[in-house]
Nanobody
Framework: QLQLVESGGGLVEPGGSLRLSCAASGFTLADYTIAWFRRAPGKEREGVSC????????AYADSVKGRFTSSRDNAKNTVYLQMNSLKPEDTGVYYCAAVRGYYLCAGDTFNGYEYNYWGQGTQVTVSS
């Protein structure tokens, strides 16, 4: 079965860090451009980051730029989102999404792609 599974979410205090993982099974993640999205309570889903197939190109939402870093280990069929200096407004459910092929990771363009696979999401809560 084809799956994309997030992990690593949890409760953290403001200023803390979390590292999210997105692991694929049933397909080869190296063939896909990967994006991270999040949904805060009562708000629409928003794009967080994008990473190219090779990991050489990344893009970030202005709200997380300088604090979040996306990376990938294709040998492990896994992508990561390192989140530092977390703020309460970062709270939400985080999803990874995969689209097959070479897609542009720049600006907010990745918000409009039709993704082949979505994970179930992992909860991130930033609170004192």
């Amino acid at each position: 079965q084809l799956q994309l599974v997030e992990s690593g979410g949890g409760l953290v205090e403001p200023g803390g860090s979390l590292r999210l993982s997105c692991a694929a099974s049933g397909f080869t993640l190296a063939d896909y451009t990967i994006a991270w999205f999040r949904r805060a309570p009562g708000k629409e889903r928003e794009g967080v980051s994008c990473i190219s197939r090779t990991g050489r190109v990344t893009a970030y939402a202005d709200s997380v730029k300088g604090r979040f870093t996306s990376s990938r280990d294709n040998a492990k069929n896994t992508v990561y989102l390192q989140m530092n200096s977390l703020k309460p407004e970062d709270t939400g459910v985080y999803y990874c999404a995969a689209v097959r092929g070479y897609y542009l990771c720049a600006g907010d363009t990745f918000n409009g792609y039709e993704y082949n696979y979505w994970g179930q999401g992992t909860q991130v809560t930033v609170s004192s």
